[in-house]
T-cell receptor, first 114, second 116 residues
Framework: AQSVAQPEDQVNVAEGNPLTVKCTYS??????LFWYVQYPNRGLQFLLKYITGDNLVKGSYGFEAEFNKSQTSFHLKKPSALVSDSALYFCAVRDTGGGNKLTFGTGTQLKVEL | GAVVSQHPSRVICKSGTSVKIECRSL??????MFWYRQFPKQSLMLMAT?????????EQGVEKDKFLINHASLTLSTLTVASAHPEDSSFYIC????????????FGAGTRLSVL
């Protein structure tokens, strides 16, 4: 079975500082990994994905994530946080070993303060 | 990115009425559509997966007679909550994907259902 863990319910960071939102996964095959962001009372917006190739993936709004196979991690990062980045972030995985389902983590609330 | 339109954004209804939620992919053909339910401060729970022209596949514990899904075309799927009750109150989100598992799932803006 596939699963995703986001160990932090909330991350607080000052504007201008780098941010990291953590994600680890478990799959039986190889993973397809995704990050989404959700603003209040809205659906999810796609940020970036890892399918294969370069371990460092660049996405929307200056976000990037690094796939680390040995640590089974896919942490989301941004060099300089903005107040407008404050939102709920979800990591998701799909197992290439079978199944059509995208499994989400429990989400991490990012709060960027002035 | 691709656009998924979901309507209505909010529904308030009396207990016992049925509610239909529409999900449309506006600029791509969605071979697969997904319906999720999200409780406050929780993750998304997949309810069912549907492929165009075939019956939906429901996740364990989701009543197919309660949550009726129709995927009539490559751009439209509907979720009908039959005889809604207060415990069905939730945030429902649809998602659509073109092609295979490598591709991105795009999400609608969600529907807030409140059953009185």
């Amino acid at each position: 079975a596939q699963s995703v863990a986001q160990p932090e319910d909330q991350v607080n960071v000052a504007e201008g500082n780098p941010l990291t939102v953590k994600c680890t996964y478990s799959v039986s095959g190889n993973p397809y990994l995704f990050w989404y962001v959700q603003y209040p009372n809205r659906g999810l917006q796609f940020l970036l994905k890892y399918i294969t190739g370069d371990n460092l993936v660049k996405g929307s709004y200056g976000f990037e994530a690094e796939f680390n196979k040995s640590q089974t991690s896919f942490h989301l990062k941004k060099p300089s946080a903005l107040v407008s980045d404050s939102a709920l972030y979800f990591c998701a995985v799909r197992d290439t070993g079978g199944g059509n389902k995208l499994t989400f983590g429990t989400g991490t609330q990012l709060k960027v303060e002035l | 990115g691709a656009v998924v339109s979901q309507h209505p954004s909010r529904v308030i209804c009396k207990s016992g009425t049925s509610v239909k939620i529409e999900c449309r992919s506006l600029d791509f053909q969605a071979t697969t559509m997904f319906w999720y339910r999200q409780f406050p401060k929780q993750s998304l729970m997949l309810m069912a997966t549907s492929n165009e022209g075939s019956k939906a596949t429901y996740e364990q514990g989701v009543e197919k007679d309660k949550f009726l899904i129709n995927h009539a075309s490559l751009t439209l799927s509907t979720l009908t909550v039959a005889s809604a009750h207060p415990e069905d109150s939730s945030f429902y989100i649809c998602s659509a994907r073109a092609g295979g598992a490598k591709n991105i799932q795009y999400f609608g803006a969600g529907t807030r259902l409140s059953v009185l």
